[in-house]
């Protein structure tokens, strides 16, 4: 038997925020964000009014980290204990959202450790004392509608993607106005990351018949939209919000693969953003998982209309279409080329390649992989060359 979960509600378009104002029946409601961003754009006072016009009581939590740490995570928690709120509200990146997920099940479990839950699909059952609503301000993460948050241990430098379906939002809000203020270099980082999610979304192991037309559709909608919308086109900047949430529907259900387990490895330690990890990783990714799912890439190759007559040359058409894409964002090809250097590589290349073997996104990666090829897969990245094995 498989699942395919969803948050029950999604409200999207200009000015959606103000849907809020009819969330009726709760008496209180936190508000957890990052930077100044939100704040700035109007978009958490608009939050917080339509919040109270609802009826209820607000708090704000703000200053939520990039990669967000597990002492934020219990902050956040403790901040919840006392207020009581029975609304979580996450608005920003997906870093708060993320972080918002993990601060609910230690406020509804306040005897948990992060131990307890960090495996996957280990988590207690919540709505006891609150329900959840996701409002991104991005377009690459699509956490709000997504089972995962990604937490990191700083003592470590490992990310942990906690997975479970208990922390996938009850309602996510997809304000098309959010996001025409993000910046370039992070427009191109999280649309890369909504491509992989697709991309890795189709071929992984558990994918369906129920997430492959949503992997298809994102594909499609990001190849129209991304470099428009790192631009500044506006509608194009629409059209990516609604295509990576359509990215995070699909993974989400049909998991991913060993370009996010990398990514989470080498983010945390090279201090490299999670959306350039997967677009550097991503070319060799999909060569290394060719040899057993050629037939895949090349359906989404046909997708994007790309040039072969073969399986195989329609998967190296996939593989220039990223490329390319990752020339026309400004981000360069490999890891060297994005500051990593070869001692660095040498230094840490074994913890990396460990980690990543065990990272959840593995187990669903359509070709087995042990930690000698996940050094190979990884040294080809670094370097920018094919993966042939």
């Known amino acids: 038997m498989a699942r395919f979960t969803l948050p029950r509600d999604i409200y999207y378009g200009s000015g959606a925020i103000s849907e809020l104002k009819n969330l009726k029946g709760h008496k209180k409601a936190i508000v957890v964000t990052g930077g100044h961003s939100m704040k700035r754009g109007g978009f958490?006072?608009?939050?917080?009014?339509?919040?109270?016009?609802?009826g209820m009581e607000v708090m704000l939590f703000e200053g939520?980290?990039?990669?967000?740490?597990?002492?934020?995570?219990?902050?956040?928690?403790?901040?919840?204990?006392?207020?009581?709120?029975?609304?979580?509200?996450?608005?920003?990146?997906?870093?708060?959202?993320?972080?918002?997920?993990?601060?609910?099940?230690?406020?509804?479990?306040?005897?948990?450790?992060?131990?307890?839950?960090?495996?996957?699909?280990?988590?207690?059952?919540?709505?006891?004392?609150?329900?959840?609503?996701?409002?991104?301000?991005?377009?690459?993460?699509?956490?709000?509608v997504t089972a995962f948050s990604v937490i990191t241990d700083y003592s470590t430098n490992i990310k942990y993607p906690l997975a479970d379906f208990e922390i996938t939002p009850d309602i996510a809000i997809l304000d098309t106005d959010i996001p025409q203020s993000m910046p370039q270099t992070l427009t191109a980082d999280t649309g890369m990351d909504a491509l992989t999610h697709a991309i890795e979304a189709y071929v992984a192991t558990a994918r369906s018949g129920f997430s492959d037309p949503l992997a298809l559709q994102a594909i499609s909608d990001i190849s129209d939209s991304l470099v428009a919308s790192y631009h500044g086109d506006?509608?194009?900047?629409?059209?990516?919000?609604?295509?990576?949430?359509?990215?995070?529907?699909?993974?989400s259900n049909a998991l991913l693969g060993i370009a996010h387990s990398l990514a989470h490895k080498t983010g945390a330690m090279f201090?490299?953003?999670?959306?350039?990890?997967?677009?550097?990783?991503?070319?060799?990714?999909?060569?290394?998982?060719?040899?057993?799912?050629?037939?895949?890439?090349?359906?989404?190759?046909?997708?994007?209309?790309?040039?072969?007559?073969?399986?195989?040359?329609?998967?190296?058409?996939?593989?220039?279409?990223?490329?390319?894409?990752?020339?026309?964002?400004?981000?360069k090809q490999s890891y060297r080329?994005?500051?990593?250097?070869?001692?660095?590589?040498?230094?840490?290349?074994?913890?990396?390649a460990v980690n990543a073997v065990a990272d959840?996104?593995?187990?669903?990666?359509?070709?087995?992989?042990?930690?000698?090829?996940?050094?190979?897969?990884?040294?080809?990245?670094?370097n920018g060359e094919d993966v042939t094995f």
């Not at 080329?337 to 990396?352: K, P, R, S, Y």
């Open 64 to 144: 939520v980290e990039p990669d967000p740490s597990i002492e934020t995570v219990f902050r956040g928690a403790k901040a919840m204990q006392e207020f009581e709120p029975d609304v979580i509200v996450a608005i920003g990146g997906g870093s708060p959202i993320d972080a918002a997920k993990a601060m609910w099940v230690f406020y509804e479990y306040p005897d948990k450790t992060f131990d307890d839950i960090k495996d996957p699909f280990s988590m207690p059952q919540l709505r006891k004392k609150a329900i959840f609503v996701a409002i991104p301000s991005t377009s690459g993460t699509a956490t709000e």
């Open 271 to 331: 201090h490299i953003a999670h959306g350039r990890c997967n677009a550097i990783l991503l070319p060799a990714v999909i060569q290394y998982n060719a040899k057993v799912c050629v037939d895949r890439y090349a359906d989404i190759a046909r997708t994007l209309g790309l040039a072969g007559s073969t399986n195989q040359q329609l998967c190296n058409s996939l593989v220039e279409f990223v490329r390319d894409m990752n020339k026309k964002l400004d981000i």
């Open 44 to 54: 958490l006072q608009k939050t917080e009014d339509a919040l109270k016009e609802a």
């Open 337 to 352: 080329e994005n500051g990593v250097t070869e001692e660095q590589l040498a230094e840490h290349i074994d913890t990396i």
């Open 360 to 382: 959840p996104c593995t187990a669903s990666n359509p070709r087995p992989i042990d930690v000698e090829n996940m050094k190979k897969v990884l040294t080809c990245a670094f």
């Open 234 to 251: 506006k509608d194009a900047r629409a059209k990516m919000h609604i295509a990576q949430c359509l990215a995070g529907m699909a993974f």
